[in-house]
């Protein structure tokens, strides 16, 4: 049986990783309430569809990426059953074709693991160079869905508070494809 606890609107109290203690007291110093579950490392479609569930709400799909020379980063946020074709990505913002960073860039940069990339990460000085790219779909809704960077927690906050907030205070705006 996968694990998803009750909600919780307070941080963990131990954390996990570096970027999981950075995401909270980011959100603590801008005043966004968030509410959060814990639960067994979310991996398959089934796991999502158990978190979602949990969470009220539907998990994102983030995938961080790069050029061929590893010199460009973007992450880019999409529906979780939404498939991500390179070609179309990269015709949406102009540029040659781009593929899955490593999981070393990913953690230099983005500060997590695969099965746990998270467009907050927003909130570290190593991402500062990150492309952000959402999809407009994601942003339908009133609430965002995504890890705070653990495989294990899934957070819930309001879309506007995500993109008048949190982005916008870690130097970043997004963009919308």
């Known amino acids: 049986m996968f694990y998803?606890?009750?909600?919780?609107?307070?941080?963990?109290?131990t954390f996990s990783t570096p970027l999981q203690k950075k995401?909270?007291?980011?959100?603590d110093k801008l005043g966004i309430p968030f509410e959060?579950?814990?639960?067994d490392p979310g991996i398959t479609m089934e796991d999502c569809r158990n978190i979602n569930a949990g969470l009220g709400g539907r998990i994102v799909k983030s995938i961080f990426l790069c050029n061929r020379q590893q010199t460009k980063?973007?992450?880019?946020?999409?529906r979780?059953?939404?498939p991500f074709v390179t070609k179309d990505f990269g015709q949406a913002l102009g540029i040659p074709r781009v593929s899955f960073a490593?999981?070393?860039?990913?953690?230099?940069?983005?500060?997590t693991e695969h099965g746990a990339t998270t467009v907050l990460s927003a909130c570290l000085d190593s991402a500062k160079e990150v492309t952000f790219v959402i999809d407009k779909e994601v942003l339908e809704g009133e609430w965002y869905c995504c890890t705070d960077g653990t495989a294990g927690c899934f957070v819930k906050i309001k879309v506007s508070d995500l993109l008048d907030k949190?982005?916008?205070?870690?130097?970043?705006?997004?963009?919308?494809?």
Not at 36 to 39: A, E, F, G, W
Not at 73 to 78: I, P, Q, S
Not at 102 to 111: F, Q, R, V
């Open 23 to 27: 995401v909270y007291e980011t959100l």
């Open 73 to 78: 980063f973007y992450l880019y946020v999409t």
């Open 4 to 13: 998803v606890s009750e909600i919780k609107r307070t941080a963990p109290e």
């Open 166 to 177: 949190y982005l916008p205070a870690c130097g970043h705006t997004p963009i919308l494809i």
């Open 102 to 111: 490593s999981a070393e860039k990913l953690l230099e940069i983005a500060g």
């Open 80 to 82: 979780d059953d939404k």
């Open 36 to 39: 959060r579950v814990d639960t």
